[in-house]
């Protein structure tokens, strides 16, 4: 058994302004391994600690705990995927300056995934830099992650592209 790190966040069903009132039926379906953030409105997030043979099987059945617990609930993003400098350092626990040093020194560092003011890549892919040393189980549930934002992002383009054709 692997412990693996991960955040879920729900979009709440219908007009529910308080999500508190969910607390309660999470920790009984079985997210006494999570805690429970509601500071965006209409929005609950869960940072699980979840012991799993694999990242699949742990985010798989955070994601049912919540369902049976908030019924219409809409899984809305999974972390961690996109991270910065900082986030990749505080993983590593290393200075976020050594992490710029790589990125600035090595021409093989990953490519940002979104650049701007802030630059973000995902995470399984810095995994692959051989000069950090990313633990397994983050890059195994970073991978997870990514495919379910990459189909949760997919499914908003094909509902937003039907309603406007």
Not at 137 to 153: A, R
Request: net charge negative.
């Amino acid at each position: 058994m692997n412990e693996y790190e991960f955040t879920l966040t729900f979009d709440l069903p219908g007009d529910q302004e308080d999500p508190e009132q969910y607390v309660d039926a999470l920790f009984e379906a079985g997210c006494d391994d999570a805690v429970p953030g509601t500071g965006l409105p209409g929005t609950i997030a869960l940072e699980f600690v979840r012991e799993a043979e694999s990242a699949n099987e742990a985010i798989e059945s955070a994601i049912m705990n919540v369902l049976e617990a908030i019924p219409g609930a809409d899984l809305s993003e999974a972390k961690p995927d996109l991270v910065g400098l900082t986030d990749v350092a505080q993983i590593l626990a290393c200075s976020r300056q050594n992490i710029r040093k790589y990125m600035d020194t090595y021409h093989e560092f990953p490519r940002p995934a979104f650049t701007g003011k802030t630059l973000l890549w995902h995470l399984w892919e810095l995994a692959s830099f051989q000069k950090l040393s990313v633990p397994t189980t983050i890059v195994d549930i970073s991978k997870i992650t990514f495919k379910i934002n990459m189909s949760i992002q997919q499914h908003r383009f094909e509902s937003g592209f039907k309603d406007t054709a």
